[in-house]
């Protein structure tokens, strides 16, 4: 198969293990799309703190799955504020 696929199907799972893993750190309780939309963006969000922030350059799945996490709990963490005054 294509790399582009196998390059998506890769982010896909990242990205629902890494929301799963926000959910539990943040204690909420969402179900598979949003946790694989919360990691998807918390990927996003952790790229651009390691890459631009920190300066450090990153490959291989354990370090995209330690970004999107931490983006993912980033993002569930501005969520929660927003939510709070609502």
Request: hydrophobic residues 60%; without cysteine.
């Amino acid at each position: 198969m294509d790399g582009v696929f196998w390059g998506w199907i890769g982010a896909i799972i990242i990205g629902i293990i890494a929301g799963w893993i926000a959910e539990k750190i943040m204690r909420r309780d969402h179900g598979l799309l949003t946790n694989l939309i919360v990691g998807l963006i918390g990927g996003v969000i952790g790229k651009f703190l390691i890459e631009n922030v920190l300066g450090k350059d990153y490959s291989g799945t354990w370090w995209s799955l330690l970004a999107a996490t931490i983006g993912a709990v980033i993002l569930l963490f501005i969520l929660g504020l927003f939510k709070r005054r609502a």
